[in-house]
Structures are given as structure tokens and as C-alpha cells.
């Protein structure tokens, strides 16, 4: 079993809808993070959190929030999207004192927004 | 802040030619050096990783990484591609302070092996 999973792994909305995003882990890693990827502009940071009551912005985080439900789960939602958040979206995991930010990335999620 | 540039958006070789993907950051001090691949519908794998020590890093793959600190450079190379190694390559870097445990990722390059 992958130790990173994703849900769902494509999805197409419609403008104006709420979506989420979810994300678990098996590695027991406290830090979890959220990204984007847009052709041509490799991945650029979300959101990310270092345990279940730390939660930070990253570079990208207008129009999305995120929910730390416990160490191993980590959602992110759009509240109203738009369609230039049509994008692939990882979730990755690292771990405190492990390897110096190495990160670990779920398989992604496809979401078109029409 | 730290910085990342893939100056190759894409890169095309023959399989079993020799292949180098290069990469350069923008740091003060010591960087954390990453390389990962993510092959159709997949995610990012990682290949290898530079702390500190020796400059020259292997990973998985066969592939192999050099951290030139006068170059800030950290250039990915295979001697022999394979028809599997057609992926997207990214190059990050991570750093201490206000930066710790978060990457930044460099644009990425597309590689293509032809037959």
C-alpha cells in the first residue's frame, strides 16, 4: 500500500463550488504539505503544517484553507473555485530531524474547474 | 530567499547516450539539494539528496549528482539512459531559518529518449 494516498485522484467541478482535497499518510511523518503544479512552473507550496495545531501559509494560499485533522490526515479545500485553479495538486510528507526537509509526495490529484 | 533554476525546459537523448539535466540555486549559505523524477500520471519520486560531505552523490536509478558550491550548481547525469528514464526532473532546494522544512522547486526539465 502507498504510504502517501490521495483523494480523489481526478475531479472536475464547475465554477463557484466547494471542493476538498484529502490526503493521508502511513509514515508516522509530523510535517505534511500541500502543492500545486502548473505546466512550465514546477511546484509551488500551498499550505503546509509541522504538526496537528501548526498550519502556515505558503507561497500560493489565496483562495484555498486547509484542516489538520489529525497527524496522519491533511485536507485542503477551495471554497469557491475558479478555473485557474485547474491544476495538478500533491500532498507531501517530511518528517522532523529526518533527512534535513526531505519530503515524500502522494501520487496527485487532477481537478479541473469548469 | 532561496531560489532554484532548470535552465533546460526540455531535453531530448537517445537511449543509452549519456545524459546531464543542470540545475542551479541561489543561496547564502549551505543548501539542501534535491532531485526527483515524476514519470507520467505519477508523483514525485525522489532520486537523491546533498547534505553535506562527499560532493558527488549517487541515487536510485544509476543516476548520480554533483554539488559545485563556485557553480552553485547541483547537475543530475546518467552515463546510459534508458527508454524508463522519460520523466520530468526537478531540482529543489530546502534551507534553514525562517525556510526550514520547506522546498523550493526549480521549473522543472522534460526528458525525452528516443529509441
Known amino acids: 500500500d502507498a504510504d502517501v494516498t490521495q483523494t480523489p485522484r481526478n475531479r472536475i467541478t464547475k465554477t463557484g463550488k466547494r471542493i476538498m482535497l484529502e490526503c493521508s499518510q502511513t509514515k508516522g511523518h509530523d510535517r505534511m504539505y500541500w502543492y500545486r503544479q502548473d505546466p512550465g512552473l514546477g511546484l509551488r507550496l500551498i499550505y503546509y503544517s509541522f504538526d496537528v495545531k501548526d498550519i502556515n501559509k505558503g507561497e500560493i494560499s489565496d483562495g484555498y484553507s486547509v484542516s489538520r485533522q489529525a497527524q496522519a490526515k491533511f485536507s485542503l479545500s477551495l471554497e469557491s473555485a475558479i478555473p485557474n485553479q485547474t491544476a495538478l495538486y500533491f500532498c507531501?510528507?517530511?518528517?522532523?530531524?529526518?533527512?534535513?526537509?526531505?519530503?515524500?509526495f502522494g501520487p496527485g490529484t487532477r481537478l479541473t474547474v469548469l | 530567499a532561496q531560489s532554484v533554476t532548470q535552465p533546460d525546459i526540455h531535453i531530448t537523448v537517445s537511449e543509452g547516450a549519456s545524459l546531464e539535466l543542470r540545475c542551479n540555486y541561489s543561496y547564502g549559505a549551505t543548501p539542501y539539494l534535491f532531485w526527483y523524477v515524476q514519470s507520467p500520471g505519477q508523483g514525485l519520486q525522489l532520486l537523491l539528496k546533498y547534505f553535506s560531505g562527499d560532493t558527488l552523490v549517487q541515487g536510485i536509478k544509476g543516476f548520480e549528482a554533483e554539488f559545485k558550491r563556485s557553480q552553485s550548481s547541483f547537475n543530475l547525469r546518467k552515463p546510459s539512459v534508458h527508454w524508463s528514464d522519460a520523466a520530468e526532473y526537478f531540482c529543489?532546494?530546502?534551507?534553514?531559518?525562517?525556510?526550514?522544512?520547506?522546498?523550493?522547486f526549480g521549473q522543472g526539465t522534460i526528458l525525452t529518449v528516443h529509441p
Open positions: 507531501a510528507t517530511g518528517a522532523t530531524g529526518e533527512g534535513k526537509n526531505t519530503q515524500y
Open positions: 529543489a532546494v530546502g534551507a534553514g531559518g525562517t525556510s526550514y522544512g520547506k522546498l523550493t
